[in-house]
């Protein structure tokens, strides 16, 4: 496992709109100082907003109507699993379960409501292979998005989408510290590496863009975000 890590916001990176080619300015945000030249080996963490930005994920809304993107939520879900007053937990089709179907409204145009990208494995494959045709080097990407998180109060940003960097790393069978064959534990260092990437981006700084050295090697290969969603047979609450 790795002994350390260095993470850093990416400065420098424009306001995003539709058709923008995001993977394009990140490599170049990235090809020098301060925020660059990239190493094989690191990881991208891009947050949601800018890609669903790019993408054109961006619907109108009354921006008078505090309420008014609630039929969007609806629309992007699968599943309601909970509603409380205002609040709607729901399960959307890539199969995350979170509030509102991930509509947010926050670091948007008033009157705009952003949608979670449609596929963010194959946005966090373009970023990739964007940098790599760019900068010529390997890198991982993670789409971040803020998540709350069952039993636990407070916030914090978890992995929707994944390319070149593991999503799950399954310690079964491999022996902890006193040497115990470890039964159960299966780390989900996406999300980890997102959680930790926020730190230096923050919700209202506008960075948008992190990088993370120093990750395993044995981290870095082919992944999907599906490695990270309980199946149904596995989830108690369903």
């Not at 009157?111 to 946005?123: F, H, N, T, V, Y």
Request: charged fraction near 25%; glycine fraction near 10%; proline fraction near 5%.
């Amino acid at each position: 496992m790795t002994a350390r890590l260095t993470a850093w916001g990416v400065t420098g990176i424009p306001e995003i709109h539709p058709d923008d080619q995001l993977g394009d300015i990140i490599a170049e945000a990235c090809r020098g100082e301060p925020n660059g030249p990239l190493q094989n080996g690191d990881v991208l963490v891009v947050t949601q907003k800018v890609v669903s930005k790019a993408e054109g994920r961006l619907v109108p809304v009354d921006a008078n109507d505090p309420l008014s993107h609630k039929k969007l939520v609806e629309d992007e879900a699968v599943r309601i699993v909970r509603r409380r007053g205002d609040l709607i937990i729901t399960e959307t089709s890539h199969g995350f379960v979170c509030a509102n179907s991930g509509v947010d409204l926050s670091n948007v145009e008033r009157g705009q409501a952003a949608l979670l990208p449609k596929d963010s494995d194959r946005s966090a494959r373009r970023i990739r292979d964007i940098v790599r045709a760019r900068l010529g080097v390997e890198v991982g990407v993670i789409v971040s998005d803020t998540f709350g998180r069952a039993w636990r109060k407070g916030l914090t940003d978890v992995a929707i989408g994944v390319a070149g960097i593991a999503g799950l790393v399954d310690l079964r069978g491999t022996p902890d510290a006193l040497g115990r064959v470890m039964q159960v534990t299966e780390v989900a260092v996406a999300d980890e590496l997102a959680s930790a990437a926020e730190l230096v981006m923050g919700k209202s700084s506008g960075i948008p863009v992190a990088v993370i050295r120093g990750a395993d090697a044995s981290w870095l290969r082919e992944s999907s975000v599906r490695e990270l969603i309980r199946p149904p047979q596995e989830d108690l609450f369903r």
